[in-house]
């Protein structure tokens, strides 16, 4: 199947499983059809708002099912949409509407606050739709001056009338804002051959089918959310069960009670999962008869898929002996929209590795001077297919060093061993250079997750006059003072050459984390640089 855009999917869906489920909320639940007629009335509203295809609208909802809706209507003008962090504050948010020229927006009214301070000095950005949610949480008349009800927009326009979309495959689409993990984000831009080819792809290499149910409890406004847990979904007529907060309780209990198959996740989300499982089943034991019936056996999930961080193997067992399904390691990048590789179905699943490449897409390693390396070999990821953003927005020298004939250069370090399995080593910008060495942080990480008493850690690279660099471990145990600095230093000399171990180590109540649980390493370092400054 060939197709141009996620249209050439909905249409598919709309009329061939047209009174399914294609997204449940809570106690709401609507059909494809529904949600078909939804998109074609919000895109009706849109028109005539005099914007022009190309043009460039925010979205900044929560995981509800107005988030779909205005994604697909926006497409479906030929609009490109550009999904903020819904933790973004003030400043972030001024500069991704300012970085993307958006002339408008669409949002929850509870972000109201930081959406208007940051368009004050942005006239362009003139068009400022609110979804009040819930429902009664007011009215039209209770909206900031100047703004539209979404709503409302919806409500006024005909049923059933469908709206053609005017987008080619060529065309952006949407633009992702990468993490930030240097400076301010940048914009991915995507086309809608290349979004439409990215779905296809997972949905061939995972072999979804319309009777799977996913749980979308990463954040739709991230390109693993929004990609694997609603446009893979709504391609194979499958359902979205939308999950608007992680709370482990809230995703056991919608798992059991939605009979989910697919649950996408990152290390994080399994670890505080497990740890409600037996915080449940010690309460259920302590209580007896009374304990609440909360289902923790979750037999209706068919596989999780992982991606962010590598899944270490004390967590691997746990989730292997708990709920006994397939455990499918990926890696992507918002450049790529967004996965490069994973394991799945129709491969032997290697733990460790991030399986092989999806289809569609060609991976391979290369050094410093641009020459593919043998299996084995340790080099930077390139990748070529259709699903590779166009380029960085309005960033065209950035877009030069990252594209090269095709290629997108990821700035990841990895290898591939002789069946083609890609193996990930580190960030190519975090790798750590003490006395002419390579330090690999998540080498290092790796080590330190296998000691039985640390939970989790971060492992960042500290200047040093004489070695260049100097490697320091920030540390989150089971509990306090379970393990020493110098114990946990002693263990990792003894699994790793003395060079690569850290020098350091910090112990954490807790690390800094994004929205899909990533530990953000740029504010480990900036807890750093004030230090510095000051001696």
Known sequence: MVARSLFDFLTICANRYADRDAFVFAETRWSYNHFHSMVNRLASGLAKLNLLPGDRIALMLPNLPQ????????LKLGLVVVPINIMFREQEIHHVLQDSGARGFIAWSGFSPYLLAAVQTLDECRHRIFLQYPPDAGTTAALPANTLDFDALIAEQPAAKEVPSVASGDDPAVILY???????PRGA????????ASVLSCWEAFRINA???FAAALPLFHGIGQMLTMNVPLAAGACCVLIPRFDPLQVLQTIARERVSHFVAVPAMLHHLLAEIKTIEAGASTAGAEAPATDTSLASLQALIVTGMPVEDSLRQALLQRFGVAIFEGYGLAECSPLVSANRPDLTNKHGSVGKQLPGLEVTIINEKGEELPPGEIGEIVVRGAAVMKGYHNRPEETARVLSDGWLHTGDIGRTDESGYLYLVDRKSEVIRRAGFPVFPLEVERCLLAHPQVVECAVIGLPDGTLGQEARAYVVLRRPHAATAEELIKFCRSQLPAYKCPRTIEFCAELPHGPTGKILKRLLRERVAPAQNRN
């Not at 831009?189 to 439409?196: D, I, M, P, R, Y």
């Open 189 to 196: 831009v995507l086309t809608h051959a290349g979004v439409a």
């Open 67 to 74: 988030f779909p809706v205005a994604y697909y209507a926006l």
């Open 178 to 184: 990468t993490a930030g993990t240097t400076g301010l």
């Open 211 to 213: 009777n799977h149910r």
